[in-house]
Nanobody, 117 residues
Framework: QVQLVESGGGLVQPGGSLRLSCATSGFSFSGSTMRWYRRPPGREREWVATISSTGGSTNYADSVKGRFTISRDNAKNTVYLQMNSLKPEDTAIYSC??????????WGQGTQVTVSS
């Protein structure tokens, strides 16, 4: 079955960095656009970044542009989110997401990122 498992979250001070990973299985990862979303406490889930199937095209929300980098390793079926210059406003549960796979969109369970002094 399709599985997405995020890892790499944790507690970091403002200005610090974290690298999130989303390990996937059960579908043709190399043919799939992948996305990162986040849900800040008390707020709606919001889109963070998108990467095309080859990795040749990326897009970012204005709030993270210039600080976050989405990448992928198709040989490892894994998508990454490198987060630099972290701010308290980046505190959220971060989840990876597929596009439709045989009519279904899949989400990971998420990993908690907390940015605090």
């Amino acid at each position: 079955q399709v599985q997405l498992v995020e890892s790499g979250g944790g507690l970091v001070q403002p200005g610090g960095s974290l690298r999130l990973s989303c390990a996937t299985s059960g579908f043709s990862f190399s043919g799939s656009t992948m996305r990162w979303y986040r849900r800040p406490p008390g707020r709606e889930r919001e889109w963070v970044a998108t990467i095309s199937s080859t990795g040749g095209s990326t897009n970012y929300a204005d709030s993270v542009k210039g600080r976050f980098t989405i990448s992928r390793d198709n040989a490892k079926n894994t998508v990454y989110l490198q987060m630099n210059s972290l701010k308290p406003e980046d505190t959220a549960i971060y989840s990876c997401k597929t596009d439709y796979i045989r009519g279904v969109i899949y989400w990971g369970q998420g990993t908690q990122v907390t940015v605090s002094s």
